[in-house]
């Protein structure tokens, strides 16, 4: 029973190919950043203007980049529970077009908020991109049961903490400003998405 199991975990992840992809790219990355520092400022997004004309690659590495493990752990276990489940109703393509396009937005937001924020060091993290796939998920289906709570609730409760970290703490806006503007991101995608299915299966009716 238990290698019944594992080769039907195993298939699924076969199937959800874009989400597992994209973690493993986080990995490497989180590993680099680990095992040579120096290289930081080369994937690490420094929102200064100038800066980011200079390297806008960083534009796209910096949600690919975890300095902390604690960082990369949280946001990898929400994009393995919700990126396999948006794939599952979705597509690979689909999840990572999305976790792609996120993260650019949310890092092009960074820009303009870090005249707010008073801090000099540079970012790093998926969350943008990572929250933008829970909140698609969860409007495409808001009553699913995620970790004993509806999908729903947590794009919400991930509004919410974020905006009020905003508000309470302007030093904090370059991140948190790529939070929610994620989150936004997603949830249009997320009914833009469910429009489609919703086409689609009129038409096949």
């Known amino acids: 029973m238990g290698e019944n199991m594992m ?8 199937k959800r190919k874009g989400t597992v992809a994209i973690i493993l790219v ?3 990355v989180f590993t680099a ?14 929102p200064e203007f100038s800066v980011v004309i200079d390297k806008p690659w960083t534009l796209f590495t910096v949600f690919f980049s975890h300095q902390l493990l604690l960082h990369f ?9 919700f990126g396999l489940e948006l794939e599952k109703i ?11 396009s996120a993260g650019l937005i949310g890092s092009l937001a960074t820009v303009p908020a870090s005249v707010l924020g008073k801090s ?24 699913t049961s995620i970790l004993k709570s509806k999908a729903k609730l947590w794009a919400v409760a991930l509004f919410i903490f ?18 929610v503007t994620g989150i936004i991101v997603g949830v249009l ?14 038409y096949e009716d």
């Not at 009020?164 to 400003?177: E, F, G, R, Y």
């Not at 995608?189 to 009129?202: A, C, D, E, P, T």
């Open 26 to 28: 986080n990995l490497l």
């Open 90 to 100: 979705t597509d690979s393509k689909s999840v990572v077009s999305l976790y792609i």
């Open 73 to 81: 752990m949280l946001n990898m276990v929400l994009l393995y529970i």
């Open 120 to 143: 000099d060091d540079l970012i790093a993290g998926a969350s943008a991109a990572v929250f933008a796939v829970v909140a698609a998920f969860a409007v495409m289906r808001p009553d």
């Open 189 to 202: 995608v997320g009914y833009w998405m469910k429009s489609i299915q919703s086409k689609k299966h009129r």
């Open 162 to 179: 974020n905006a009020v970290t905003l508000i309470s703490n302007p030093q904090m806006a370059q991140s948190t400003v790529a939070h």
């Open 33 to 46: 950043l680990n095992l040579i520092p120096a290289i930081e400022e080369n994937l690490l997004l420094n």
């Open 7 to 14: 080769e039907k975990h195993n298939g699924m992840l076969r």
